[in-house]
């Protein structure tokens, strides 16, 4: 894992809880991304990643800044797909809806770079996107 993190400007872990340390975060490159997901305890915990250098840290969780959940996505692409009579979701309206979460955050730090799942009108900019 050293020789894959070493000058990496990314980490998106899948995996499981506590795989990652600090010292795994200063092999990255300066400002290092850190998407830590593993549910309910992330790969590194965002206190540990930021000791760590990381830049900017997202967990699949609640309780900290930056939650990646799939309830970002439902159920504004279930409400686009009724709407527009959608048979099949395409990788193009996945990165359409990608877009539109991403134009949420007007103003994005390294605090918040997606809205949380409880922004008024995330689902219907969601929607708007499955064409």
């Not at 506590?18 to 490159?29: Q, V």
């Not at 965002?46 to 159920?75: C, H, M, W």
Request: aromatic share 4%; proline share 8%.
């Amino acid at each position: 894992m050293k020789d894959a993190l070493r000058g990496a400007n990314v980490v998106i872990g899948v995996s499981g809880p506590g795989l990652l340390t600090a010292e795994h975060i200063r092999l990255m490159a300066p400002k290092p991304i850190v998407f830590a997901l593993a549910n309910p305890v992330p790969e590194i915990m965002p206190e540990e990643a930021r000791k760590g250098g990381a830049y900017i840290v997202a967990t699949g969780r609640s309780d900290f800044p930056n939650q990646i959940n799939n309830a970002l996505v439902f159920p504004g692409v279930f409400r686009g797909a009724l709407d527009h009579n959608v048979k099949r979701i395409t990788d193009k309206m996945k990165v359409s809806a990608a877009h539109a979460i991403a134009a949420m955050v007007k103003h994005p730090t390294p605090k918040k770079i997606v809205p949380s799942i409880f922004d008024k009108g995330l689902a219907k900019a969601v929607a708007r996107a499955i064409r």
